[in-house]
RNA sequence: GGUCCGUUCGUCUAGGGGUUAGGACACCAGAUUUUCAUUCUGGCAACACGGGUUCGAUUCCCGUACGGACUACCA
């Protein structure tokens, strides 16, 4: 078998989409399977739209991700440069050969013109204005023009670009690793344009002439590439690479969580999730955009999340590492249909992986999260603390958000809980356990059950009725970690105080 | 409008000519937890529609509907 080589190629005009990480993913997967090599190509040929810092955050997201380079632009590879502004003389150099071989041509039409041929057209009925073999020849270039004009034009400086010749019709046909046989008359395509006014190719001639030289064996990439696809086959056949033409997969895309639609930028905010893998300010208008990492979803989370959309191992089970999605990977099962993207899903695979870390782990990032807040805290003590709140976290800063009821006592109280259970028998447990708890200087989940026991027992008020009472006193809140834990957290001291607090403050004596 | 692609629970999906159409998320209920969460058990819930082909179609074929992508000197 061929070796494998695929490759990620984003344009840099902005973040990275999280539609653009599935696809790097899926990119990755398949190298990854196959011991191939992972390429990234930047694709910088519209200088418009170029966004500083977009290719830096490009890799820096992907690296992030934990998708791998082996070739790119600027890790060594057999097929530098990997940034096709770099790489223009060689689109030029085919250009002029598919010009030399009749494939295509020149065309002097302005932009003005060009849109004076669409409006043109679009008044018939159901024609569909292009550029194209009915309508080539009544427009401005080298089909139309003879020789000498064209030479004097090209001479003078005047801008022109380079088309190619599409037949009137014929029949293309591709191989879709994930669809089948696509079929699409050339009718129906136009004279793409192959290299800007500006000297730079097209998507459609650098992505080909690229692919073909970096010797890339499958081109995996959006869906939104599928009507395009039969003019790519055609450059090809043209250049005569037919026979070297790589395998496509077109991959379905990401779609709107509710409604229909490409998934957008807008609507994530509309939703609240992030779209970007990483923090993104937007040059222009200095808006920042929250990233997935930033937001504490775990990057081997949201790989699995991301790799599960669209694609699916055939078995039951759902949590896969990195590299067992390598091995399990195939295009074959990759599905046909769009997938919504429902961030419910991503937040539990991101809760799943949360909680498989250690209790150290997690006590590390509790410890950082505090620090922020000038809270110092021992090793031993955040572990034990992450220990009690594993169960109830889906992101990192769960922890502290939760935590923090071990580091800062209770100025207030939640009074739908306090009116219904702050009654007599709770005052009377209360006043009655922060003494007892005084009296045992190691206050241990087992020694805090036996107090309140003692305590309630003396009294003769079942434990169940005052626990609810017990947690508003020691938290302010109705829910936590369990109880007993949570006191020998807090310690004899620090327990004895809060009831005293909640006492004078909810009433009581 | 034209071309291409698609359509199984609310969502991600498995399956495939004869199945009680399976799993996961979400949701709901019960159990456990002397509290909330966790956990466990259970429940709700799907083959877009119409024609064929066939003994039999959710599965194959054709239409229809619906949805999406594309339709630039953007990628």
């Not at 934990?66 to 990997?82: L, N, R, S, V």
């Not at 200095?286 to 699995?304: D, Q, S």
């Not at 220990?387 to 922890?399: C, M, S």
């Given at each position: 078998m061929k070796e494998v080589r695929v490759r990620f190629a984003p344009s840099p005009t902005g973040a990275l989409h999280i539609g653009g990480v599935r696809t790097a993913l899926y990119n990755y997967l398949l190298a990854r399977k196959h011991n191939g090599k992972m390429i990234l190509r930047i694709e910088d040929t519209d200088q418009n739209r170029y966004v500083p810092g977009a290719e830096q955050y490009i890799k820096d997201a992907l690296k992030w991700?934990?998708?791998?380079?082996?070739?790119?632009?600027?890790?060594?590879?057999?097929?530098?440069?990997?940034?096709?502004?770099e790489r223009k003389e060689i689109y030029a150099k085919y250009a002029q050969q598919l010009l030399k071989e009749g494939y295509a041509y020149y065309a002097f039409d302005s932009a003005?013109?060009?849109?004076?041929?669409?409006?043109?057209?679009?008044?018939?009925?159901?024609?569909?204005?292009?550029?194209d073999s009915t309508t080539r020849m009544e427009m401005k270039n080298s089909l139309t023009l003879i020789e000498g004009e064209v030479n004097e034009k090209i001479k003078n400086g005047e801008p022109y670009v380079i088309r190619l010749k599409v037949?009137?019709?014929?029949?293309?046909?591709?191989?879709?690793?994930?669809?089948?046989?696509?079929?699409?008359?050339?009718?129906?395509?136009?004279?793409?344009?192959?290299?800007?006014?500006?000297?730079?190719?097209?998507?459609?001639?650098?992505?080909?002439?690229?692919?073909?030289?970096?010797?890339?064996?499958?081109?995996?990439?959006?869906?939104?590439?599928?009507?395009s696809a039969p003019l790519h086959v055609l450059t090809y056949?043209?250049?005569?690479?037919?026979?070297?033409?790589?395998?496509?997969?077109?991959?379905?895309?990401?779609?709107?969580?509710?409604?229909?639609?490409?998934?957008?930028?807008?609507?994530?905010?509309?939703?609240?999730?992030?779209?970007?893998?990483?923090?993104?300010?937007?040059?222009?208008?200095?808006?920042?955009?929250?990233?997935?990492?930033?937001?504490?979803?775990?990057?081997?989370?949201?790989?699995?999340?991301?790799?599960?959309?669209?694609w699916?191992?055939?078995?039951?089970?759902?949590?896969?590492?990195?590299?067992?999605?390598?091995?399990?990977?195939?295009?074959?099962r990759i599905g046909k249909a769009g997938a919504k993207f429902d961030i419910q899903k991503a937040n539990w695979f991101n809760q799943q992986y949360l909680r498989a870390k250690t209790d150290e782990e997690l006590g590390h990032i509790l410890m950082a999260d505090l620090k922020v807040n000038g809270i110092d805290c021992e090793t031993e003590r955040a572990n034990a603390i992450?220990?009690?709140?594993?169960?109830?976290?889906?992101?990192?800063?769960?922890?502290?958000?939760?935590?923090?009821?071990?580091?800062?006592?209770?100025?207030?109280?939640?009074?739908?809980?306090?009116?219904?259970?702050?009654n007599e028998e709770a005052i009377a447990v209360m006043t009655s356990l922060k003494e007892e708890v005084k009296k045992s200087d190691e206050l241990t989940a087992k020694t805090a059950a036996s107090v309140l026991e003692k305590t309630t027992t003396s009294l003769g008020i079942p434990q169940g009725k005052i626990m609810q009472a017990l947690r508003l006193a020691l938290t302010g809140g109705a829910s936590g970690p369990d109880l007993m834990i949570t006191m020998a957290l807090l310690g004899s001291d620090e327990v004895s105080s809060r009831l005293t607090y909640a006492l004078n403050t909810l009433g009581g004596k």
């Open positions: 991700a934990g998708i791998e380079i082996d070739e790119g632009p600027d890790i060594e590879g057999p097929y530098t440069p990997y940034r096709q502004s003005d013109e060009l849109e004076a041929m669409r409006n043109r057209l679009k008044t018939q009925k159901g024609a569909n204005p292009q550029y037949p009137a019709s014929e029949e293309v046909e591709l191989i879709d690793l994930i669809r089948g046989k696509v079929t699409v008359s050339t009718s129906q395509i136009d004279d793409k344009v192959l290299m800007k006014s500006d000297g730079m190719p097209t998507y459609h001639l650098a992505n080909v002439v690229d692919d073909y030289l970096m010797k890339i064996s499958h081109v995996i990439r959006g869906e939104e590439w599928l009507p056949k043209f250049l005569g690479w037919e026979n070297e033409m790589p395998a496509f997969a077109h991959l379905p895309l990401l779609l709107k969580p509710d409604g229909k639609g490409k998934l957008s930028k807008r609507d994530a905010d509309q939703m609240g999730f992030p779209i970007f893998p990483l923090n993104w300010t937007d040059p222009k208008t200095n808006e920042l955009a929250e990233g997935f990492k930033e937001r504490g979803y775990l990057p081997e989370a949201l790989i699995n999340f991301l790799a599960f959309l669209g699916n191992p055939g078995t039951e089970q759902e949590l896969f590492t990195l590299e067992e999605l390598c091995n399990a990977f195939d295009i074959e992450a220990n009690a709140l594993r169960e109830r976290i889906t992101f990192p800063k769960d922890i502290a958000e939760l935590g923090k009821i071990f580091f800062i006592a209770p100025q207030s109280f939640d009074e739908k809980i306090a009116s219904k259970k702050w």
